[in-house]
Structure formats: C-alpha cells, structure tokens
C-alpha cells in the first residue's frame, strides 16, 4: 500500500526554537512537495523537491530530500509566530503529466510568542 | 498572473438543488484539479483534466460532474448532493506535460454546505 507518513502530526513550540517535521514515503519516487494551509484557507506551495538531495530554502524553511531514505524533511529555524499553520507532504507518484499525488495526513504547528 | 480563481467561495445547497462550481486560471497551465478536503484532512483528488481532456476520475460518485469547456476554465456541476459531501473544494492547475514540475496553485476554494 503506498503510504506517506507525516511526524509529528501536531507540534506546539516556542518563538526562537529549531524544529524538524519529517514526511517517510513507501514508493519510489524523485518527486515530492511541501504545501502549507493556515485555518480555513486554501494549500500554498511552499517546496518543490525534484531530485535525490534537493535542497531549498525559504526564509526561516528548509526542505530537503532523500530519495533512496524515502524521506524529505521540514526544518523550521528560530520559529516565529507566523510560521502557524499545517503542513502537508504529498509524494508523486506518477512521475508523468498528470501529478497523482499521495498526501501525509498533515502536521499542525503551532508556535507560541 | 498567478491566481486560480473560485466562485462561489460559499455555497449553501439543498439535496434536491443543482449547482455548479467554477474555476479560471490565467497561467497557461494544461492541468487543472478538483480536490475535496474535510476538516483536519489532507485533500483528495477528485478529477484531473489534461489538456482539456479528463484523464483522472478518482471513483467520485456521479452527482459529481466536471466539466473542461476550454484550458482555462474548469467547472464542477453538483446534483443531488448528499450531506456528507459538504466541504471545502479545491481547484488547483499545474503546467501539465512532462516538462513540468507537477508544483500545484490552488484556488481559495469553495466552502460548500449541504442540508
């Protein structure tokens, strides 16, 4: 069964502190994406990891990839309160035009001042 | 332009009523999606239109209908809905073709409630 698996799935940190969210996936794939919704909107593309060892960064986020692991992480620097949200991995799994993705089930962070 | 746009943003329908959902993107892309997303759960895909044609139907049930008019425009006809399909539905477009990254843009959604 082709799973991604999110962890932590909820998160309450401090203003200030490091933090890494973790997205494991069960099926070859060199393509995966880290999407970020804030309460009772909509998915916001935040990363894009095309390839084994992609590496990107975005302000105070970093996410990487690990194919041959299956893994891609999240990494949250010196978090500020803004950073709230839910984050999704979605992992895909078709690899050709039309993009099925496999989603994690999402990890809720909440980042207190 | 980066915006995929959705109308209505809410919508309240009875079991009986029939209803669309519309969703425009100026982006040039050649993919467009309906997800549907519940409360506290990752979305799921519905259908994918490839270059105007359908090319994923995810097991929807048939009060669902979607329609592709042209590569801009997708629209999501309702009918008979049941109230376990309230939520919120997504569009989304991406570049389509092998060329591209497969990087999702969503529209703001459409809370839809069904008594």
């Known amino acids: 069964e082709l799973k991604v698996e999110q962890n932590p799935l909820f998160l309450s940190m401090q203003e200030g502190k490091n933090y890494t969210i973790y997205c494991n996936y069960s099926t070859t794939s060199d393509r995966l994406y880290w999407y970020r919704q804030d309460p009772g909107k909509s998915l916001e593309s935040l990363f894009v990891?095309?390839?084994n060892g992609a590496v990107k960064q975005e302000g105070r986020l970093m996410a990487s990839l690990d194919t041959k692991a299956r893994l891609s992480t999240l990494h949250i620097t010196a978090a500020v309160h803004d950073l709230s949200a839910t984050y999704f991995c979605a992992v895909d799994i078709d690899g050709g035009s039309n993009y099925q993705l496999i989603w994690g089930a999402g990890t809720k962070l909440i980042i207190k001042p | 332009d980066t915006e995929v746009t959705q109308t209505p943003k809410h919508l309240v329908m009875g079991m009986t009523n029939k209803k669309s959902l519309k969703c425009e993107q100026h982006?040039?892309?050649?993919?467009m999606y309906w997800y549907k997303q519940k409360a506290k759960k990752p979305p799921e895909l519905m259908f994918v239109y490839s270059y105007e044609k359908l090319s994923i139907n995810e097991s929807v049930p048939s009060r669902f209908s979607p329609e592709c008019p042209n590569s801009s425009l997708l629209n999501l006809h309702l009918h008979a809905l049941q109230p376990e399909d309230s939520a919120l539905y997504l569009c989304?477009?991406?570049?389509?073709?092998?060329?591209?990254?497969?990087?999702?843009?969503f529209g703001e959604g459409s809370r839809l409630t069904v008594l």
């Open positions: 982006m040039g892309h050649r993919a």
């Open positions: 989304a477009s991406s570049q389509g073709g092998l060329a591209g990254t497969g990087e999702l843009f």
């Open positions: 990891l095309l390839s």
